[in-house]
């Protein structure tokens, strides 16, 4: 009949539009095919290289935040990537600490919250901010201090010392209400009170995890984040402090110096240039 055959028509045309986008569609699609076959290979030698890059990176991790770059580099080039390769552990070629740990992201935003852009420092960066157990950075130049500040002032940051006579009423609070604390001026010496806080003493008591603080139980709220930074250019901490905490070396060397120096030059005489990476790392 005629109805039939105009709703024949018009199923017709609607799904000759619903094939003209589609083919619009692949179309478009077709120049991202390359990219993500690029992308499979990319993550497939990833995955196979994953074991021998997590070895290094916990290792890298555990030891190497008391040293300079030069040692730390020493360490992990001559060292331990030459054993792993040695006992035929699959592992990166060309292995980098901070692209494995660290995403572009996050490096831009320490960037922007006063960590130095050279290397080194975001090696230290990392360490910091990855690490499981609380960080003691060597900061005679105070440049961990100002980039914890900035990074942790949004989230209420609580600056304490242990000259003040209420300092663990302080920690005491914002373990409770999940607060970062920056303990400044620690010498070589911590405090006995600190103990449970350093080795994280956490029992479950029920839904409750509390911690004990002198004679008191606290409520612990995972939230919270313990640094400490030390003036000190060289100091020297018992075994029994180190393992309790990663030790992270801030002190800038005169190499140091001079990568922080290129790139602040870097930006000023090419801020397209910055402009680009950050395009780059948005992307």
Known sequence: SVNSKEALRK?????????ARAQSLVDGLGGERSRWEGSIATLELALTNLTGDCLLAAAFLSYCGPFDAEYRASLLQQQWLKSVRTLQIPCSE????????????????????GLPADAFSTENGVMVTRGTRWPLMIDPQEQANKWIKNMEKAAGL????????DFLRTLENAIQFGQPVLMQEVME?????????????????GNR??????????????????????????????PEVCIKV?????????????????ADVA???????EVKKEALVVQ
Not at 97 to 103: S, T
Not at 158 to 165: C, P
Not at 194 to 202: D, G, K, T, W, Y
Request: some cysteine; overall charge negative.
């Open 209 to 238: 995890q509390i911690i004990k603080l002198g004679d008191r139980e606290v409520d612990y709220n995972i939230d919270f984040r313990f640094y400490l930074t030390t003036k000190l250019a060289n100091p020297h901490y018992a």
């Open 189 to 205: 010496e911590l405090d006995p009170a600190l103990e449970p806080i350093m080795s994280r003493a956490i029992v479950k008591v």
């Open 267 to 273: 930006s000023l005489e090419r801020p397209d240039l």
């Open 246 to 262: 990663t030790v992270v070396n801030f002190t800038v060397t005169f190499e140091g110096l001079e990568d922080q120096l290129l």
């Open 158 to 165: 609580k600056i304490i010392t242990l000259k003040q006579s």
């Open 11 to 19: 199923e017709s045309e609607e799904l000759e539009v619903k094939l």
């Open 94 to 113: 060309h292995f980098d600490f901070c692209h494995f740990l660290a995403n572009n992201e996050d490096v831009r935003d320490w960037n922007i919250q």
